[in-house]
């Protein structure tokens, strides 16, 4: 069983930045995904960026140039960096990884509300 703990998050106003972190409980040599999804009110959850065990990354259109994922594998996190921040980023965002098994794994989530 692998556990994901969510850090950061928050009330941010537009235009601002958030980062995000989370911490995969479990030995880092058998996570290979990692990524953030996302929920807002009323709406399905929905792939934010996505960052595999080498580094390659792929991210939502919505989210093109303002976010970054990254990971360090060595401390099982993976990191969300959101810049440029818009009411429409205002959700929860959760953490997910899977592993070399393909078994999946959900953080508890982190809500990020962006609204001056």
């Known amino acids: 069983q692998v556990q994901l703990v969510e850090s950061g998050g928050g009330l941010v106003q537009p235009g601002g930045s958030v980062r995000l972190s989370c911490v995969a409980s479990?030995?880092?040599?058998?996570?290979?995904?990692m990524a953030w999804y996302r929920q807002a009110p009323g709406k399905e959850r929905e792939l934010v960026a996505t960052?595999?065990?080498?580094?390659?990354?792929n991210y939502a259109d919505s989210v093109k140039g303002r976010f970054t994922i990254s990971r360090n594998n060595v401390e099982n996190t993976v990191f969300l960096q959101m810049n440029s921040l818009k009411p429409e980023d205002t959700a929860v965002y959760y953490c997910?990884?899977?592993?070399?098994?393909?078994?999946?794994?959900w953080g508890q989530g982190a809500q990020v509300t962006v609204s001056s």
């Open positions: 960052i595999t065990r080498g580094g390659a990354t």
């Open positions: 997910f990884s899977r592993d070399i098994y393909d078994f999946t794994y």
């Open positions: 479990r030995n880092r040599f058998t996570i290979n995904v």
